[in-house]
């Protein structure tokens, strides 16, 4: 039994030593979010969104310059036969020379006048896209942060989760040295060590529990930080708990005005308004001014230099009035599902903000309770160990009181950080997020 002990205490010696011996890098929130929106995939993807809508806007407005095409053509010619008919009274009797070559050149001109206003609403829808697809790219910084916030104080549970286990393990083994002593002397019965050693086997089972979740939150935040997979971060407590929790917002009133997802919306429903007055202009006809130049040349025939052209130019598509109803009608319902799923992101932004509201409130209310249960647990924890040493309590009394305090000490401790969480989570879905942390220009 001594020997199996031993053992025991060396492997979990070990295995303490070394998560202790692994370098760690001490991260702050804001250099979190900052790495986050500089380097992870979803907001380069967003960024990449935003520019080719801003090309596709720049497309749009080219199409109100004029057009310009140049044509040209070289040909050589075999043995050409040239008949001129009527070519005047008096007939030649000398043969038509045969050409070796023609050629030919081409500079033609066309300035859009009115086209039923396309070119005008295709600016505008475009501008809009373009602005909502901005929006989105904001929205997606708002996740990204988020996830990062949620990450960061999940990895400050499981490290605090970690450093309390740790420390009341060290003190779970000294009582079981303690045990073993008062058992070789008969004070207290073998019973009574197999529970405390029983304790420290617990323990231990929740330390490697909390060491794998530590490692796999680390690994999710490195991930997405695009840091080495082989980083050990590690949250500094003063970093963590000076971050400020006040102003917190108490209605969805600010939400509705800053969320980026529902002002996304808000800008394809114009561009949506846009496409409707584009498919209606399918019913007018289309002006514009012409304007070209030719030059032709084939040898020993015929030479044409400076031949320039201008007029107008209008096309009407008069089966287009007809067939145009149902582009018309369906732009129109398009612009109605964007209508819709306005009013239907509203209602569930509404429910977002106040259910944050209420979870914000909870864990306030929650932390004072856990720090009045720690104050609890200590005392009967100090009382059961008196009672232990003057022989008034047993072993069962002092194990269940020390798994008491544990558990009291890790409560207050997360729920200090779930304060903080739940703070960020409701800026998140205020729409102030970003904000908060100053990065709007990253």
């Known amino acids: 039994m001594k020997i199996n002990q031993l053992m025991l205490f060396g492997v979990f010696f070990i295995g303490i030593s070394s998560i202790e011996a692994q370098e760690k890098t001490?991260?702050?929130?804001?250099?979190?979010?900052?790495?986050?929106?500089?380097?992870?995939?979803?907001?380069?993807?967003?960024?990449?969104?935003?520019?080719?809508?801003?090309?596709?806007?720049?497309?749009?407005?080219?199409?109100?310059?004029?057009?310009?095409?140049?044509?040209?053509?070289?040909?050589?010619?075999?043995?050409?036969?040239?008949?001129?008919?009527?070519?005047?009274?008096?007939?030649?009797?000398?043969?038509?020379?045969?050409?070796?070559?023609?050629?030919?050149?081409?500079?033609?001109?066309?300035?859009?006048?009115?086209?039923?206003?396309?070119?005008?609403?295709?600016?505008?829808?475009?501008?809009?896209?373009?602005?909502?697809?901005?929006?989105y790219a904001a929205k997606t910084k708002e996740d990204v942060t988020l996830r990062v916030v949620n990450y960061y104080a999940a990895l400050y549970k499981a490290q605090k989760t970690l450093d309390l286990l740790n420390e009341n393990q060290k003190q779970a083994k000294q009582r079981v040295t303690d045990f073993i002593e008062l058992e070789k002397n008969g004070i207290i019965p073998r019973n009574d060590l197999l529970k405390a050693q029983l304790l420290v086997s617990k323990t231990q089972l929740s330390i490697d529990e909390a060491n794998n979740n530590f490692n796999n939150i680390n690994f999710y935040l490195t991930t997405l930080l695009k840091l080495e997979p082989n980083v050990k971060l590690e949250v500094n407590e003063s970093d963590f708990f000076n971050l400020k929790t006040s102003n917190a917002p108490t209605s969805d009133a600010v939400a509705l005005e800053n969320r980026k997802d529902l002002e996304a919306i808000r800008f394809q429903q114009k561009a949506s308004e846009a496409n409707i007055k584009i498919a209606r202009s399918g019913y007018y006809p289309t002006l514009a001014l012409l304007g070209g130049y030719t030059a032709f040349d084939l040898k020993?025939?015929?030479?044409?230099?400076?031949?320039?052209?201008?007029?107008?130019?209008?096309?009407?598509?008069?089966s287009g009035i007809i067939k145009n109803s149902a582009s018309v009608r369906a732009a129109e319902s398009r612009a109605l599902e964007v209508k819709n799923t306005e009013a239907v992101m509203t209602d569930r932004i509404k429910v977002e903000v106040q259910k944050s509201i209420e979870d914000y409130d909870l864990a306030i209310n929650q932390s004072v309770v856990y720090d009045e249960a720690l104050q609890q647990a200590t005392e009967n924890y100090r009382l059961v160990k008196d009672k232990f040493d003057n022989g008034l309590a047993d072993t069962n009394d002092l194990v269940e009181a020390d798994v008491e305090q544990l558990g009291a000490k890790i409560n207050t401790a997360v729920s200090k950080a779930t304060i903080i969480q739940k703070y960020y989570e409701l800026l998140s879905v205020s729409g102030q997020l970003s904000q908060s942390f100053n990065l709007s220009k990253i």
Do not use: C
Not at 46 to 75: F, M
Not at 309 to 317: P, Q, R, S
């Open 26 to 135: 001490s991260l702050t929130l804001d250099e979190a979010v900052k790495m986050a929106w500089e380097k992870s995939n979803e907001v380069t993807l967003a960024n990449t969104k935003v520019n080719s809508k801003k090309y596709e806007s720049q497309e749009a407005r080219n199409h109100q310059y004029p057009d310009l095409k140049i044509s040209g053509q070289y040909q050589r010619l075999t043995k050409a036969s040239i008949d001129m008919h009527n070519s005047g009274d008096q007939a030649s009797t000398e043969p038509m020379p045969s050409p070796e070559r023609a050629m030919f050149g081409m500079a033609n001109l066309t300035l859009p006048i009115f086209s039923g206003f396309k070119i005008q609403n295709s600016i505008k829808a475009s501008d809009n896209l373009y602005e909502a697809e901005s929006a």
């Open 300 to 318: 020993d025939i015929i030479t044409v230099r400076y031949a320039m052209n201008f007029g107008v130019g209008l096309t009407y598509d008069l």
